[in-house]
């Protein structure tokens, strides 16, 4: 059973920047056809796929803010880290942690953390 | 923004069928990927429902179906239970001058009358 969890609620100014990591079991993260990533959603919006990671190190991002991403792992520790640079009040919303499996899809999710961007 | 459409909102009384779909276009839907389905209750993490158009997931009642056609999918529900009610999600991949990313759809509300 592979399980993700996200760090606690967190507040950041805008124009800081966010880390967010996840750690996660069963399952590595050291082979090409496994993927972790992160989605987010803004209060009363819908889902939007940030970033991803696969184990051969390739990485994904969404297009709109691929300036502003930077996904990266850590194999040993079962953990992969977002950034994000110069948080804006539009980037408050819920992220989640991601399995991606198969044929582009997540089969398992974190229980999401609330990041709120106010000064 | 999302590149799947969906219907804001759809409802059905207790033990009717409704139906959600997921628009999309050449890159994603039309390109051949699949489309898959996810089912998010208020403070919960989104649960995957349907992946790779019509395959349930171990414990996912077989009362959820999926199917897909051309540039668009749909889910349906049938036997509407009020634990139904939740915000509904379709997903698939694009590949285009943007490059290549992962993409839901609008989202929809489903409510049991």
């Known amino acids: ?119 | 923004q999302s590149v799947l459409t969906q219907p804001p909102s759809v409802s059905g009384a207790p033990g009717q069928r409704v139906t959600i779909s997921c628009t999309g276009s050449s890159s994603n839907i039309g390109a051949g990927y699949n489309v898959h389905w996810y089912q998010h209750l208020p403070g919960t993490a989104p649960k995957l429902l349907i992946y790779d158009n019509n395959n349930r997931p171990s414990g996912v009642p077989d009362r959820f179906s999926g199917s897909k056609s051309g540039t668009s999918a749909s889910l349906a529900i049938s036997g509407l239970q009020a634990e139904d009610e939740a915000d509904y999600y379709c997903q698939s991949y694009d590949t285009s001058l943007s490059g290549r990313f992962y993409v839901f759809g609008t989202g929809t509300t489903v409510a049991v009358l």
């Open chain 1, 1 to 119: 059973q592979i399980t993700l969890k996200e760090p606690g609620p967190t507040l950041v100014k805008p124009t800081e920047t966010l880390t967010l990591t996840c750690t996660f079991s069963g399952v590595s993260l050291s082979s090409s056809g496994v993927g972790v990533g992160w989605i987010r959603q803004p209060p009363g919006k819908a889902l939007e796929w940030l970033a991803l990671i696969y184990g051969d190190d390739v990485k994904r991002y969404r297009p709109s803010l691929r300036s502003r991403l930077t996904i990266t792992k850590d194999t040993s520790k079962n953990q992969v880290v977002l950034t994000m640079i110069n948080m804006d009040p539009v980037d408050t919303a819920t992220y989640y942690c991601v399995h991606r499996r198969g044929n582009y899809y997540f089969d398992s999710w974190g229980p999401g953390s609330l990041v709120t961007v106010s000064s």
